[in-house]
């Protein structure tokens, strides 16, 4: 079983997670972590074989913030962190399974209301994240602020109850409902920080283009013979030919159109704005359904916690969990099937 160290020094949260004598890590999957820094996850500062260093602007615990007031604004303020941050770990292929739900793990800045959660992921063997359960905890362990109606507790817990399992969607409009200003402050500011991350990744990317065609440059000049970091030389470099990248693809069958998967995370749903292929004209299609994801040549299918379900050859797939697919199986979203081919 993995284990936790954490200090907390001047409102910076320092935590190591190890892995169990029988855990692996994922190290692929905690790369896309590094890069990718979804919201409300601490971020992956240094790595070993068997352990991670996380960091986080945050100066005390979940468990020990509830034990103070929390206002209706306040635990609402909580309640939609977890939905972006739970859609922004879906929506970037990666595990939700992997996310320490685990009050004591999860850590907040008291000054700007931040909460930050713990990404482990280890090869097999985790278990479902219980999200809903998650949110019974906080509820049945906070203290809400004295004189204030509560009523809005019991009928969210009778809300969330409804449904078989955590649906994210519907939380957030309810909180909209509740307290409309949540909504707008937190999605503002997931929108901000996914541009950063962007520009973030397009500068490294531009740095390291640049750092080439310096090397480049320089050997041309000299005569020098430049070595990149596996052993190649500029000549080499230079002579190389373009590649051509295969892509694996799916067939709609409906329309018969051929759709290419053209990225190592690829998201399936209805909605245009966060999905790279929309199925705009079948309303039992979720908003992101699902996302396939490619490692070392292997393609893997995740349900988003849809609504109506995700199926390879008719069998439903559980939703947070990867499931390989292979080249003619049948994928289907909710009432609608596409072919994978290679």
Avoid: W
């Avoid at 996850?41 to 260093?53: E, L």
């Amino acid at each position: 079983m993995s284990k936790l160290k954490v200090s907390i020094k001047k409102s910076t949260v320092t935590a190591m997670m190890k892995a169990g004598r029988k855990e692996r890590i994922n190290e692929t999957e905690l790369s896309q972590l590094a890069r990718i820094k979804p919201c409300g996850i601490m971020h992956v500062t240094k790595t070993k074989k068997d352990s991670v260093i996380y960091t986080c602007p945050a100066n005390i615990n979940l468990t020990d913030r509830l034990k103070k007031a929390i206002s209706k604004y306040d635990f609402f303020f909580m309640i939609e962190q977890i939905v972006i941050m739970v859609e922004d770990v879906y929506n970037n292929g990666l595990n939700v399974n992997s996310v320490r739900f685990n009050m004591d793990d999860v850590y907040i800045n008291e000054m700007t209301k931040e909460m930050y959660f713990i990404y482990f992921p280890i090869v097999g063997g985790q278990e479902s994240a219980d999200i809903v359960g998650f949110i019974e905890n906080i509820i049945y362990t906070m203290t809400p602020v004295i004189n204030e109606d509560t009523n809005y507790i019991s009928r969210f817990m009778y809300y969330v109850r409804s449904f078989h399992g955590f649906n994210g969607n519907a939380i957030e409009k309810y909180i909209s409902r509740e307290e409309r200003a949540v909504v707008n402050v937190l999605k503002n500011k997931a929108v901000t920080m996914q541009q950063q991350t962007m520009q973030q990744q397009t500068m490294q990317q531009q740095i390291m283009q640049q750092q080439i065609m310096q090397q480049v440059m320089q050997g041309s000049m000299d005569g020098t013979t430049v070595l990149s970091d596996d052993g190649i030389s500029v000549q080499q470099i230079q002579q190389m030919q373009p590649v051509n990248y295969h892509f694996a693809s799916l067939t709609r069958q409906v329309t018969g159109e051929k759709i290419e998967l053209g990225k190592p995370s690829f998201v399936l749903g209805k909605n245009p704005e966060k999905s790279d292929y929309a199925v705009a004209d079948n309303t039992n299609i979720s908003r992101v359904h699902a996302v396939i994801t490619t490692r070392n040549g292997r393609y893997y299918v995740m349900d988003q916690n849809s609504t109506n379900g995700t199926f390879i050859n008719g069998r439903i797939i559980k939703a947070g969990q990867e499931t390989e697919i292979l080249p003619g199986d049948c994928l289907m979203l909710a009432n609608e099937e596409f072919i994978f081919n290679e």
